[in-house]
């Protein structure tokens, strides 16, 4: 019943390299969010959208870059990854703008950069 | 600025009931939200209290005190399944959007 669906589920990357992880959802909904999550940091956000090419950041927002040219798809790119971002990645969705409907969050994909 | 503290772990036998605390500091406060995260998935969306007062679903419940900057998660008649990290939640931050403790760890022991 995946509404939501990140890819990939897992990578290694060299340092240096740009990195493209991909969110995709099947729920129409207008709000997207990327999250990471390191042990004892819980979840930082570092990017959303809040509609087709309307994106902001977030806490955590160096180094990355997102883009979302259809509403079921929004794209992070690391533009040269380091090994400080090595991280667990999830995307979440939500209807609203508030948080009292809940976020829905994909499965993560887990990126180390070596 | 923005910060939540829960405690680090919790551990609970089955059977018993276990609470887990929340407490925050942010501007424009809306509401506390509670997610559950199991090892290594995705963390699913518990409950939202906007209100002072308890909410019940099952056999998890949640309540907020905005006086006080609290609140917390019930988890009663613990199953093993319930083992897991929660994660309070609150609107905050610069960008006005969904700020996550850094989560609580609860173990349930037969």
């Known amino acids: 019943d995946a509404g939501i669906t990140q890819s990939p589920r897992h990578k290694v990357t060299e340092t240096g390299t740009p990195v493209t992880l991909r969110c995709h959802q099947t729920?129409?909904?207008?709000?997207m969010y990327w999250y990471r999550q390191d042990p004892g940091h819980g979840l930082r956000l570092i990017h959303y959208?809040?509609?087709?090419?309307?994106?902001d950041k977030g806490e955590v927002s160096d180094g990355y870059s997102v883009s979302r040219s259809k509403t079921e798809d929004f794209l992070l790119t690391l533009e040269s990854a380091t090994s400080s971002q090595t991280s667990v990645y999830f995307c979440?969705?939500?209807?609203?703008?508030?948080?009292?409907?809940?976020?829905?969050f994909g499965s993560g994909t887990r990126l180390t950069v070596v | 600025g923005q910060s939540l503290e829960q405690p680090s772990e919790v551990t609970a036998v089955e059977g018993a009931i276990v609470q887990i605390n929340c407490t925050y500091q942010?501007?424009?406060?809306?509401?506390l939200s509670w997610y559950q995260q199991h090892d290594g998935g995705a963390p699913t969306f518990l409950s939202y209290n906007a209100l002072d007062g308890l909410e019940e679903t099952g056999r998890f419940s949640s309540f907020l005190s905005r006086s006080d900057s609290y609140g917390y998660l019930l988890l009663q008649e613990l199953q093993m399944k319930d083992s897991a990290s929660y994660f309070c939640?609150?609107?905050?931050?610069?960008?006005?959007?969904?700020?996550f403790g850094t989560g609580t760890l609860l173990a349930v022991q037969p």
């Open positions: 979440a969705i939500s209807e609203s703008s508030g948080q009292g409907d809940g976020y829905t």
């Open positions: 939640a609150v609107y905050g931050g610069a960008t006005n959007k969904l700020i």
């Open positions: 729920e129409n909904h207008r709000y």
């Open positions: 942010t501007s424009g406060f809306y509401g």
């Open positions: 959208s809040y509609g087709v090419k309307d994106t």
